[in-house]
Protein backbone atom coordinates (compact mmCIF):
# COMPACT_ATOMS: atom_id res chain seq x y z
CA UNK A 1 0.00 0.00 0.00
CA UNK A 2 1.56 3.24 -1.22
CA UNK A 3 0.32 6.86 0.32
CA UNK A 4 0.78 9.74 -2.41
CA UNK A 5 1.67 12.90 -1.45
CA UNK A 6 0.02 15.45 -3.59
CA UNK A 7 2.63 18.53 -3.76
CA UNK A 8 1.73 21.65 -2.56
CA UNK A 9 0.21 23.92 -4.84
CA UNK A 10 2.51 27.08 -5.74
CA UNK A 11 1.56 30.10 -4.50
CA UNK A 12 2.04 33.11 -6.67
CA UNK A 13 3.25 36.73 -5.58
CA UNK A 14 -0.66 37.89 -5.09
CA UNK A 15 -1.35 34.76 -2.59
CA UNK A 16 2.03 35.28 -0.83
CA UNK A 17 1.27 39.08 -0.20
CA UNK A 18 -2.00 38.21 0.94
CA UNK A 19 -0.73 35.81 3.21
CA UNK A 20 -1.43 36.23 6.80
CA UNK A 21 0.81 36.40 9.72
CA UNK A 22 -0.15 34.57 12.80
CA UNK A 23 1.48 35.76 16.02
CA UNK A 24 0.46 33.81 19.51
CA UNK A 25 -0.17 36.96 22.06
CA UNK A 26 0.65 35.09 24.61
CA UNK A 27 3.56 34.07 23.24
CA UNK A 28 4.97 37.72 22.70
CA UNK A 29 7.78 39.20 25.02
CA UNK A 30 7.45 40.70 27.67
CA UNK A 31 4.01 40.45 27.00
CA UNK A 32 0.41 43.21 26.22
CA UNK A 33 0.67 44.67 29.87
CA UNK A 34 3.88 44.90 30.64
CA UNK A 35 5.55 46.27 27.32
CA UNK A 36 2.35 48.92 26.91
CA UNK A 37 2.99 50.19 30.11
CA UNK A 38 6.89 50.77 29.72
CA UNK A 39 6.12 52.39 26.20
CA UNK A 40 3.55 54.33 28.25
CA UNK A 41 5.66 55.10 31.22
CA UNK A 42 9.28 54.97 29.97
CA UNK A 43 9.29 57.93 28.12
CA UNK A 44 7.45 60.01 30.83
CA UNK A 45 10.11 58.80 33.79
CA UNK A 46 12.98 59.56 31.20
CA UNK A 47 11.39 62.91 30.49
CA UNK A 48 11.10 63.41 34.22
CA UNK A 49 14.63 62.90 34.76
CA UNK A 50 15.80 65.45 32.20
CA UNK A 51 13.46 67.82 33.37
CA UNK A 52 14.63 68.16 37.35
CA UNK A 53 18.20 68.08 36.22
CA UNK A 54 18.08 71.04 34.05
CA UNK A 55 16.05 72.82 36.83
CA UNK A 56 18.17 71.80 39.76
CA UNK A 57 20.99 73.46 37.90
CA UNK A 58 18.76 77.12 37.00
CA UNK A 59 17.14 76.83 40.58
CA UNK A 60 20.52 76.46 42.29
CA UNK A 61 21.29 79.94 43.27
CA UNK A 62 24.32 80.34 41.09
CA UNK A 63 25.37 84.00 39.73
CA UNK A 64 25.61 84.58 35.98
CA UNK A 65 29.28 84.33 36.93
CA UNK A 66 29.80 80.69 38.15
CA UNK A 67 27.37 79.67 35.47
CA UNK A 68 29.90 81.05 33.13
CA UNK A 69 32.28 79.80 34.48
CA UNK A 70 31.16 75.49 34.37
CA UNK A 71 30.19 76.64 30.94
CA UNK A 72 33.91 77.24 30.40
CA UNK A 73 35.23 74.34 31.82
CA UNK A 74 35.86 71.07 29.68
CA UNK A 75 33.54 69.20 30.92
CA UNK A 76 29.93 69.56 32.51
CA UNK A 77 30.56 67.51 35.42
CA UNK A 78 32.21 70.50 37.38
CA UNK A 79 28.58 72.04 37.25
CA UNK A 80 26.53 68.99 37.97
CA UNK A 81 28.67 68.08 40.99
CA UNK A 82 28.08 71.44 42.77
CA UNK A 83 24.35 71.07 42.11
CA UNK A 84 24.47 68.03 43.66
CA UNK A 85 25.86 70.29 46.65
CA UNK A 86 23.96 73.30 46.13
CA UNK A 87 20.26 71.17 45.46
CA UNK A 88 20.99 67.65 46.07
CA UNK A 89 17.12 67.00 46.69
CA UNK A 90 16.41 68.20 42.97
CA UNK A 91 19.57 66.27 41.74
CA UNK A 92 18.88 63.10 42.93
CA UNK A 93 15.25 63.01 41.79
CA UNK A 94 16.30 63.67 38.69
CA UNK A 95 19.23 61.12 37.76
CA UNK A 96 16.88 58.68 39.70
CA UNK A 97 14.27 59.46 37.36
CA UNK A 98 16.42 59.61 34.83
CA UNK A 99 17.92 55.98 35.69
CA UNK A 100 14.40 54.47 36.07
CA UNK A 101 13.85 55.50 32.52
CA UNK A 102 16.82 54.03 31.04
CA UNK A 103 15.58 50.71 32.62
CA UNK A 104 12.19 51.07 31.71
CA UNK A 105 13.15 51.91 28.02
CA UNK A 106 14.59 48.53 27.78
CA UNK A 107 11.33 47.11 28.28
CA UNK A 108 9.83 49.55 26.15
CA UNK A 109 12.05 48.96 23.24
CA UNK A 110 12.10 45.17 22.88
CA UNK A 111 8.40 46.21 22.92
CA UNK A 112 8.67 48.11 19.88
CA UNK A 113 10.88 45.42 18.51
CA UNK A 114 8.76 42.83 19.09
CA UNK A 115 5.75 45.06 17.18
CA UNK A 116 8.44 45.75 14.31
CA UNK A 117 9.22 42.15 13.57
CA UNK A 118 6.03 41.16 12.44
CA UNK A 119 6.92 42.96 9.50
CA UNK A 120 10.79 43.97 9.53
CA UNK A 121 11.83 41.15 11.53
CA UNK A 122 15.89 41.61 10.17
CA UNK A 123 15.68 44.68 11.52
CA UNK A 124 13.71 44.47 14.44
CA UNK A 125 15.82 42.02 15.87
CA UNK A 126 19.37 44.02 15.24
CA UNK A 127 17.92 47.26 15.88
CA UNK A 128 16.47 46.09 19.08
CA UNK A 129 19.56 44.08 20.10
CA UNK A 130 22.17 47.15 19.72
CA UNK A 131 19.32 49.46 21.59
CA UNK A 132 18.85 47.55 24.75
CA UNK A 133 22.76 46.74 24.73
CA UNK A 134 23.14 50.22 24.26
CA UNK A 135 21.18 50.93 27.20
CA UNK A 136 23.05 49.44 29.95
CA UNK A 137 25.97 51.99 29.38
CA UNK A 138 23.67 54.31 30.24
CA UNK A 139 22.89 52.45 34.02
CA UNK A 140 27.09 52.18 34.35
CA UNK A 141 27.04 55.84 33.90
CA UNK A 142 24.40 56.09 36.36
CA UNK A 143 26.68 54.31 38.97
CA UNK A 144 29.23 56.77 38.37
CA UNK A 145 27.05 59.76 39.17
CA UNK A 146 25.57 58.14 42.22
CA UNK A 147 29.24 57.56 43.40
CA UNK A 148 30.93 60.87 42.87
CA UNK A 149 27.52 62.15 44.56
CA UNK A 150 28.21 60.31 47.59
CA UNK A 151 32.36 61.40 47.39
CA UNK A 152 30.55 65.28 48.16
CA UNK A 153 29.10 64.19 51.02
CA UNK A 154 31.82 62.18 52.77
CA UNK A 155 34.56 64.38 51.31
CA UNK A 156 33.10 67.59 50.68
CA UNK A 157 32.84 69.28 46.73
CA UNK A 158 36.15 70.70 46.49
CA UNK A 159 38.13 67.94 47.15
CA UNK A 160 35.30 65.32 45.53
CA UNK A 161 35.85 67.41 42.42
CA UNK A 162 39.47 67.03 42.34
CA UNK A 163 39.12 63.13 42.83
CA UNK A 164 36.57 63.15 40.26
CA UNK A 165 37.68 65.19 37.48
CA UNK A 166 41.65 63.76 37.90
CA UNK A 167 40.40 60.32 36.02
CA UNK A 168 36.70 61.63 35.07
CA UNK A 169 37.99 60.13 31.04
CA UNK A 170 38.83 56.70 32.51
CA UNK A 171 36.04 56.46 34.27
CA UNK A 172 33.72 57.72 32.11
CA UNK A 173 34.86 55.38 28.94
CA UNK A 174 34.70 52.53 31.87
CA UNK A 175 36.68 49.19 32.16
CA UNK A 176 37.89 47.87 28.53
CA UNK A 177 35.78 50.98 27.19
CA UNK A 178 32.92 48.62 27.38
CA UNK A 179 30.30 51.44 28.56
CA UNK A 180 31.82 53.88 25.24
CA UNK A 181 31.80 51.19 22.93
CA UNK A 182 27.94 49.76 24.33
CA UNK A 183 27.38 53.78 23.45
CA UNK A 184 27.44 53.15 19.85
CA UNK A 185 25.67 50.44 19.65
CA UNK A 186 22.95 52.65 21.31
CA UNK A 187 23.18 55.13 18.28
CA UNK A 188 23.35 52.52 15.48
CA UNK A 189 20.48 50.17 17.20
CA UNK A 190 18.22 53.93 17.56
CA UNK A 191 18.93 54.31 13.39
CA UNK A 192 18.52 50.81 12.47
CA UNK A 193 15.56 50.33 14.26
CA UNK A 194 14.06 53.55 13.26
CA UNK A 195 14.42 51.98 10.06
CA UNK A 196 12.50 48.95 10.75
CA UNK A 197 9.35 51.06 12.40
CA UNK A 198 9.29 53.09 9.18
CA UNK A 199 9.41 50.31 6.76
CA UNK A 200 7.00 47.85 8.80
CA UNK A 201 4.47 51.20 8.68
CA UNK A 202 4.58 51.27 13.03
CA UNK A 203 6.05 54.76 12.12
CA UNK A 204 5.42 57.42 9.53
CA UNK A 205 7.92 60.20 8.84
CA UNK A 206 6.80 62.63 12.08
CA UNK A 207 7.26 60.14 14.34
CA UNK A 208 10.27 58.79 12.74
CA UNK A 209 12.29 62.29 12.87
CA UNK A 210 11.35 62.43 16.58
CA UNK A 211 12.22 58.99 17.72
CA UNK A 212 15.50 59.97 15.72
CA UNK A 213 16.35 62.94 17.37
CA UNK A 214 15.23 61.95 20.91
CA UNK A 215 17.67 58.87 20.75
CA UNK A 216 20.36 61.66 19.55
CA UNK A 217 20.58 62.85 23.30
CA UNK A 218 24.38 62.70 25.17
CA UNK A 219 25.96 59.72 26.51
CA UNK A 220 28.48 60.06 29.64
CA UNK A 221 28.87 60.78 32.93
CA UNK A 222 27.54 63.86 35.01
CA UNK A 223 26.06 65.23 31.98
CA UNK A 224 23.88 68.54 31.69
CA UNK A 225 20.48 68.56 30.88
CA UNK A 226 19.32 71.55 28.48
CA UNK A 227 16.12 72.61 27.55
CA UNK A 228 16.61 70.84 24.26
CA UNK A 229 17.16 67.58 25.89
CA UNK A 230 13.78 68.13 27.55
CA UNK A 231 11.69 69.01 24.43
CA UNK A 232 13.26 65.99 22.94
CA UNK A 233 12.44 63.74 25.22
CA UNK A 234 8.67 65.18 25.01
CA UNK A 235 8.70 64.27 21.22
CA UNK A 236 9.56 60.82 22.56
CA UNK A 237 6.45 60.69 24.29
CA UNK A 238 4.23 61.80 21.71
CA UNK A 239 5.97 58.54 19.97
CA UNK A 240 5.68 55.89 22.71
CA UNK A 241 2.54 56.84 25.38
CA UNK A 242 0.53 56.53 22.09
CA UNK A 243 1.34 53.23 21.03
CA UNK A 244 1.68 51.83 24.70
CA UNK A 245 -1.94 52.76 25.20
CA UNK A 246 -3.20 51.27 22.14
CA UNK A 247 -0.83 47.98 23.17
CA UNK A 248 -2.72 48.13 26.36
CA UNK A 249 -6.07 48.30 24.81
CA UNK A 250 -5.16 45.17 22.90
CA UNK A 251 -5.68 47.45 19.31
CA UNK A 252 -2.03 47.21 17.64
CA UNK A 253 -2.60 44.98 14.83
CA UNK A 254 0.47 43.11 14.96
CA UNK A 255 -0.12 42.08 18.44
CA UNK A 256 -3.73 40.32 17.68
CA UNK A 257 -3.48 36.13 18.63
CA UNK A 258 -5.89 35.62 15.17
CA UNK A 259 -3.35 37.19 12.95
CA UNK A 260 -2.94 40.18 10.92
CA UNK A 261 -2.88 40.67 6.78
CA UNK A 262 0.71 41.41 6.00
CA UNK A 263 -0.60 43.36 3.10
CA UNK A 264 -1.61 45.87 5.81
CA UNK A 265 1.55 48.57 5.47
CA UNK A 266 0.67 50.93 2.80
CA UNK A 267 2.59 52.30 0.45
CA UNK A 268 5.37 54.76 2.33
CA UNK A 269 4.49 58.23 2.23
CA UNK A 270 7.26 60.84 2.53
CA UNK A 271 4.74 62.99 4.78
CA UNK A 272 3.06 61.08 7.77
CA UNK A 273 2.58 60.61 11.28
Known sequence: ??????????????????????????????????????????????????????????TAGFTPERLAWF???PFPAYGQLAVSE??????????????????LLCVAFVALAGIVAVRAPRLARIGGTLVVIGLFCRLYWAGVDHTAFQLIES?????ATQLVMAHYTDISYGPLRVPITAAFALYAGTAVLAVGAFRSGTF?????VLFLLAGSLWTGALKESGLLDVVLSVGLCAVFVPLGIRVLRGTVPELRGQGVPATGRGPLRILSW
Do not use: K, N
Open 155 to 159: LGLDR
Open 71 to 73: DSR
Open 86 to 103: ASPGLATAGYGCFAAGAV
Open 204 to 208: GTGRL
Open 1 to 58: MSIQHSPAPERGAQEEQEETVRLALGAWFPGRFIGGAALALAPVAWCVGLLLRYLALR
